[in-house]
């Protein structure tokens, strides 16, 4: 039984985009906390300006 | 032939060798595909929009170079190579401040924060809206080095390992100031004046 809920919270921390190969190296609840946070970690991301985007690809086709 | 939808499908590594060998597209996909997380990661440092602007700028900067000169390692990862030298630029900058201090102002405003959701109802929108907020906050109140971590581990998707070496401390370290990190927001998020400020 505690092999099957062994297997199982490894299977879990392998298939979760956020816990990369080290996740493990966490504590269990640590994990569980940075999941629970990844949507609203998700939300905060921004991009930047297209004139950015536009000044970088220029400077590249300019070297 | 190249077309933009085939570019899409390519790794990383295909689309940096096709770019150093003159198919400029191929560093737009590149861009497109890592620009949110790298933007990301340096505007929760600096807190500006425009400062992060520049640094994402510098940092392509540097990466073009880099790679025109041959001079990238194959072995490594793009994301962590391109987060590695933006936050070197972010520390060269923080540097640079301790230096020469300067009065700016931080903006607090964009557009995007506004416009983002205006399909959702104003009540789901304003609660939405005050738990970016929130958890910006929580992620601002963290001293530096815990929120490298977890900037570096969630928008970069980099092991502890390469996390250590980045910042230039052991893997011990650097799980260390995650759990401190985790911790300070947990305690943050039971916090009545911060959750209810």
Partial sequence: MNKFQTHQTKHAICTNRLEVADGHLLAAEDQLLLTALKPRLDQLMREPSEDVLCTILAYAELL | ?197
Avoid at chain 2, 9 to 15: C, G, I, K, M, V
Avoid at chain 2, 36 to 58: G, H
Avoid at chain 2, 94 to 104: D, G, L, S, W
Avoid at chain 2, 137 to 148: A, C, G, N, W, Y
């Fill in chain 2, 1 to 197: 032939m190249n077309t933009h939808k085939n570019l899409q499908t390519r790794t990383d590594q295909e689309l940096i060798h096709e770019f150093i060998s003159g198919y400029q597209p191929c560093l737009e996909v590149l861009i497109a595909r890592h620009k949110s997380k790298i933007y990301t990661s340096i505007y929760l440092l600096v807190k500006d929009s425009y400062l992060a602007e520049d640094i994402f700028q510098e940092t392509f900067i540097k990466v073009i170079h880099t790679l025109q000169a041959g001079k990238y390692n194959e072995e490594g990862k793009f994301l962590p190579w391109v987060i590695r030298i933006a936050h070197n630029l972010v520390i060269d900058y923080f540097r640079k401040q301790k230096r020469n201090p300067v009065i700016t102002n931080v903006d607090g405003f964009d557009i995007f924060d506004v416009i983002q959701f205006y399909d959702e109802p104003l009540e789901n929108m304003m609660i939405r809206e005050q738990s970016h907020q929130d958890l910006k906050r929580m992620i601002q109140l963290l001293p530096t080095e815990q929120k490298e971590v977890l900037i570096m581990r969630h928008y970069g998707d980099l092991s502890f390992k390469e996390i250590a070496d980045i910042t230039g401390v052991s893997i011990n370290t650097a799980l260390g100031r995650m759990r401190y990190a985790l911790n300070n927001l947990r305690k943050m998020m039971v916090s009545p004046v911060l959750v209810n400020k």
